[in-house]
């Protein structure tokens, strides 16, 4: 498989540079993720469609959006190409790394010559990795109880797959690697954690054979030099992709019941590496070189064809909104960053917090930041965790999601709306954003409305102890008694209440 040379004029999905105004039925039927929005996994990522609508008609061109909890950054470009300036915050260094991809984006033309130039350093070397006993280069290892059962290989041409039987020289082979160090990126911190499958003691080498580290350790040299924006998207091609290059992609056996699909013979496929660290005892171990071809391929087809806008990205927490930058992107507790925000400054507050007891963030972005070099501050993380020794239970979120709340109200501008993303089904979880308006005296709760996404859109999130739906739980910032007055394009939105959700 070679890199798809870039066409003219590809599609580039929502990040076309122009963006038409958002009506209520768009929300109805998002666009599911896919180009730029579906190249990373990230967990709960929210439909842009309600989230360019709330920033269109709750902001004017040049007020200041504001996400406090980023993740996957969607929202920032979103503001941008509507004139807004724009705070993201998010403790997760990746977040960051992510979001700032996605307002520097490399076009697919330099990046199509970046892959052709790394292919030529490292294609070779790895794939000498992966030879065969046949002097083949293998692309998958069907493993199974600590023995390789299969080996796969391409044939040059045809779709199927040729399926030889590993020989003691295949072993040998894979044996050089064992105990690899890697030299690009950190081990792994890991807590307790039976829901997400990880223990203290877990390693790189746990998660990745020495065979894979090495390679990705010459993919990640091979990119050191290039300048930046072109340099993070070939290293987030390759956390995009590091799943696949573990020892987390299951081996999916008889799908379809009956050993049979079609009336053919079932065959294993290849699935891929789910929410958590599960280490299947028969997995596959895949060509590394193929994983990274394979995410860069798709990344290619969603990049820009033309030098996109890129926006100076200012990191200073303490420099948010005093210096005259468009956009902050702050890797920091948001509790602290919020310090160093003037009072009244923000117009929207559009956010999707942590749910409660649903996704560890900081804990599942573990492998991403490890082959980033990022270190990662888990204690200031706002979440509930299985994992007892990090003492995050429900009732600090709440008091912790209260502190965050009290800080927004005073750096929000009087009139200033939040827009709160959220699902839980336990009366706990619901505490802070039932409270609010007591605690803070100056938020009323006006309303909320259900989401809806796309129905070709995997939800990438834990449904465990979630309602059917995620809510916009909305709120504005007013002292006056009229403060609940409603402007219609909320209660336009379809199914909207201005009652708190029944937890179904
Ligand atoms: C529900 S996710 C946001 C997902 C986002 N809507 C998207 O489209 O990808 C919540 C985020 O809150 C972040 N977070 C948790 N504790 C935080 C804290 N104390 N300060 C800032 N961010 C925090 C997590 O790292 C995670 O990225």
Redesign the pocket.
Same mark, same amino acid.
């Given at each position: 498989m070679a890199f798809s040379a870039p066409l003219e004029a590809t599609q580039t999905d929502l990040f076309s540079e122009t963006s038409a105004p958002i009506k209520t039925e768009d929300m109805l039927a998002p666009e599911s993720y896919t180009g730029l929005s579906g190249f990373h996994k %990230?967990w709960?990522?929210?439909p842009t469609e309600s989230l360019s609508y709330l920033i269109e008609n709750l902001t004017e061109e040049g007020d200041i959006v504001m996400d /406090?909890?980023?993740? +996957?950054g969607?929202i920032s470009r979103e503001a941008l190409l509507r004139n807004r300036r724009f705070i993201g915050? #998010?403790?997760?260094p990746f +977040?960051i790394e992510h979001s700032t991809f996605l307002l520097n984006l490399p076009s697919n033309k330099e990046y199509y010559k970046a892959l052709l130039e790394i292919e030529l350093r490292v294609a070779k070397e790895i794939n000498e990795t992966y030879k065969t006993s046949e002097d083949r280069v293998a692309s998958h290892f069907l493993w199974e109880e600590n023995k390789i059962a299969s080996i796969w290989i391409k044939p040059e041409t045809g779709r199927n797959r040729i399926e030889i039987s590993p020989t003691q020289e295949d072993f040998i082979q894979f044996e050089k690697y064992n105990g690899y160090s890697p030299r690009n990126f950190r081990n792994l911190t890991f807590f307790t954690n039976s829901r997400i499958n990880v223990k203290p003691t877990m390693s790189v080498n746990d998660i990745f054979t020495g065979r894979a580290m090495h390679n990705i350790d010459l993919i990640i040299d091979a990119i050191s030099n290039y300048p930046t924006h072109i340099k993070r998207a070939l290293l987030l091609t390759l956390t995009s992709s590091s799943g696949q290059m573990s020892n987390m992609v299951f081996a999916i056996k008889n799908r379809g019941g009956n050993g049979k699909r079609n009336g053919v013979e079932n065959k294993i496929e290849v699935g891929s590496w789910v929410i958590g660290y599960w280490l299947p005892e028969t997995h596959f171990e895949i060509n590394v070189w193929n994983c990274y071809k394979s995410r860069a391929n798709k990344l290619l087809k969603a990049l820009p064809d033309h030098d996109s806008k890129c926006y100076s990205v200012s990191n200073d927490h303490s420099k948010i909104i005093l210096d005259n930058s468009d956009v902050w992107l702050v890797n920091s #507790?948001?509790?602290k960053a919020l310090r160093s925000i003037p009072d009244e400054s923000v117009t929207l507050v559009c956010t999707? /917090? /942590?749910?409660s007891d649903r996704v560890p %963030?900081?804990e599942l972005s573990e492998m991403w930041n490890s082959i980033l070099g990022y270190n990662v501050e888990f204690s #200031?993380?706002?979440?509930v965790s299985n994992a007892k020794e990090r003492l995050k239970s429900k009732s600090i979120y709440n008091s912790e999601m209260t502190e965050f709340f009290l800080e927004t109200a005073r750096v929000l501008k009087k009139d200033g709306f939040i827009a709160l993303y959220f699902n839980a089904r336990d009366e706990e979880s619901w505490q802070y954003l039932k409270c609010i308006e007591s605690t803070s005296g100056t938020l009323k709760f006006i309303g909320c409305f259900p989401m809806v996404y796309s129905a070709t859109s995997v939800v990438q999130d834990n449904r465990k102890g979630a309602m059917k739906s995620d809510y916009v739980i909305v709120y504005r910032k007013s002292n006056e008694t009229n403060g609940r007055i409603l402007p219609d394009f909320l209660t336009k939105i379809a199914n909207w209440s201005t009652t708190f959700p029944e937890k179904a």
């Open positions: %990230y709960g990522k929210k /406090p909890f980023l993740g +996957s969607l915050i #998010d403790i997760n +977040s #507790d948001c509790r999707d /917090p /942590p749910h %963030y900081l #200031d993380e706002i979440v």
